[in-house]
């Protein structure tokens, strides 16, 4: 056999190679597409398709009929004009400053205190979570009969430090602050289950490196468990910030908005707006700035993440 016809034998090999691993490489594309089709799907039937179809209908004057009537963007500057808006916007940033600042330490104290060398931490472990774990109907209703200023169970308990009773829920001053007390009792259960599953996964290495060396407890926290536990911290407050922005449940069973909007949030706002006046067009306009102000707020945490990785990484 020449060289010649070598050299023609080894391309045709050579090409058959080339060409099977381009088959493997599309038939594994398309299997990936084929596993990701039904969710992909889902995904743009139930999240994307609602997103611009509130969109749509927040640029008609639409009672819920079938009759619509074009407005552009009229909605929307009625939305700005409204003062319950704004008084409901300023209450969803109390409570995603509430979640932010109180809900995610409160969970990040208790997983600590669960590896803490103290009998019966496995007891603690299941109450802590039983906040969470109870329907929030239930949650709401429990807790308007402990604010009851007549017979709850809050006011005994002041009242045995020679406090006068206070109506929690429907005073001004301080229904927001009852709320709030009740979401961070429920939620902070939630983000104690994220930090403990994150905590078991750093090295007990390098705790005992630290230990050889001469670190203390809070040393050791500062320099290994934060640092850490960033990452979950991050995805933790983009869950609180997003759902604070959409909190609607207890603040409706508690108050339903009150007393004079005190207690208003943006997701009472809308379901008023569409249920009860029946201004469908206009609530769908309420409810794109929610989404919004969510998608805004999430993805300028996850660019500062992004940026901060990236300077690490350098």
Do not use: C
């Not at 940033?93 to 931490?121: N, T």
């Amino acid at each position: 056999m020449d060289s010649t016809t070598t050299a023609s034998t080894l391309g045709s090999i050579a090409k058959t190679q080339s060409q099977m691993k381009r088959r493997r490489a599309r038939s594994k594309r398309i299997t990936v597409a084929l596993f990701i089709a039904p969710a992909l799907l889902v995904y743009l039937i139930y999240i994307v398709y609602p997103i611009f179809g509130t969109f749509q209908y927040s640029l008609y004057d639409w009672k819920g009929g079938a009759d619509k009537t074009f407005v552009g963007f009229n909605n929307y500057a009625k939305l700005f004009a409204d003062s319950v808006f704004w008084v409901s916007l300023a209450n969803n940033l109390k409570v995603v400053l509430a979640s932010v600042f109180l809900q995610i330490p409160l969970g990040l104290l208790m997983a600590l205190l669960l590896f803490a060398p103290i009998k019966g931490m496995r007891f603690f472990q299941t109450v802590y979570f039983m906040p969470f774990l109870m329907s929030t109907v239930a949650i709401g209703l429990l807790w308007v009969f402990m604010f009851d200023p007549l017979n709850g169970s809050v006011n005994k308990l002041i009242g045995l430090f020679g406090i006068d009773n206070v109506a929690w829920l429907s005073d001004e001053k301080t229904a927001m602050a009852s709320i709030l007390l009740v979401v961070v009792w429920q939620y902070s259960p939630f983000y104690m289950i994220l930090f403990k599953a994150a905590i078991v996964g750093i090295s007990e290495e390098l705790y005992e490196a630290a230990a050889i060396d001469g670190a203390g407890p809070w040393t050791r926290f500062a320099s290994i468990t934060f640092p850490m536990l960033l990452p979950t911290i991050v995805t933790s407050s983009i869950l609180a910030i997003v759902g604070s922005l959409k909190a609607f449940d207890i603040f409706y069973i508690m108050t339903g908005g009150g007393p004079n909007s005190k207690t208003e949030l943006l997701g009472i706002y809308m379901y008023k707006q569409a249920f009860i006046h029946f201004n469908m067009g206009f609530a769908s306009a309420v409810a794109f700035m929610m989404f919004l102000l969510a998608f805004l707020v999430a993805g300028t945490i996850q660019y500062m993440e992004y940026n901060r990785k990236k300077k690490e990484a350098f």
